[in-house]
C-alpha cells in the first residue's frame, strides 16, 4: 500500500498539540502545575484575611473565583505557546526531510517514508503505537516521534480507517525483538575462571 501525501507546518503544530494533551507526562506536568496556582491563591488568600479586617468570605469567594478562571484556561494557554513555538521552529530551516511531498509504503516488515530528499524505513518492531485524530494518523516510533499522515491522503474514510487497522495489526503481529543476553554472572559474556 502506497500513501502520497504533503506534510505542512500546520500539521506538525497539531501533532505536538496532540502529543501535548495525549501525554501522560504532560498531563501530569500541567496537573501540578494547576495544583501549584490553586495552593498559591489559597495562601494569598489566607495572608490577606490574617492580615487584614477582611471577613473570610469576602477575600475566599473573589479568590476561589480568579482561581478557578486561572486555572481552567491554563491548559488552553499552554497549547496555544506551544503551537507558536513549533511554529516558529519550523521556520527557522528548510525542513525538507520533514514537510512537503512524502510517500508512505508498506511492506511485509515495516514502512518506508520517503521525501525528494529522505528515506526512512521503519520495521514493526519499532511501532509503538498508532493513534487518530479528527484530522490525522500518528504512527508513532518514539515517545516523541511519529510519522504524520494526514486524512487527507486518502480517498475516503473508509480508505483511511483501513490504513490505520492494516498498520495496527501489522506492528501487533510481529513477536517482540530478542532480550539482549545477560552480562551478569552466569551470562554469556561472564570471563572464564
Known amino acids: 500500500m502506497d500513501i502520497n501525501y ?3 507546518v500546520d500539521d506538525m503544530v497539531k501533532f505536538n498539540a496532540h502529543h501535548l494533551r495525549s501525554s501522560g507526562a504532560s498531563r501530569s506536568s500541567l496537573a501540578r502545575t494547576q495544583a501549584g496556582i490553586a495552593a498559591i491563591y489559597a495562601m494569598l488568600t489566607t495572608m490577606i484575611v490574617l492580615t487584614g479586617d477582611i471577613p473570610l468570605y469576602l477575600a475566599a469567594v ?11 484556561r491554563l491548559p488552553g494557554r499552554v497549547e496555544q505557546r506551544v503551537r507558536r513555538l513549533v511554529q516558529a521552529s519550523y521556520a527557522e530551516g528548510r525542513n525538507l526531510g520533514t514537510l512537503g511531498p512524502h510517500r508512505l509504503t508498506l511492506t511485509g516488515d515495516g514502512f518506508i517514508d520517503a521525501s525528494p530528499y529522505v528515506e526512512s524505513r521503519v520495521r514493526w518492531e519499532a511501532v509503538e503505537r498508532v493513534e487518530i485524530t479528527d484530522e490525522h494518523a500518528f504512527v508513532y516510533i518514539g515517545s516523541l516521534r511519529a510519522c504524520v499522515i494526514p486524512r487527507r491522503a486518502f480517498p475516503d474514510e473508509a480508505t483511511f480507517y483501513r490504513f490505520v487497522e492494516t498498520v495496527r495489526h501489522l506492528a501487533r503481529r510481529l ?3 530478542a532480550p539482549t543476553p545477560s552480562l551478569g554472572p552466569g551470562g554469556p559474556h561472564e570471563p572464564q575462571r
Open 6 to 8: 504533503d506534510v505542512t
Open 175 to 177: 513477536p517482540p525483538p
Open 62 to 72: 473573589p479568590m476561589a473565583l480568579l482561581t478557578a478562571v486561572v486555572v481552567g
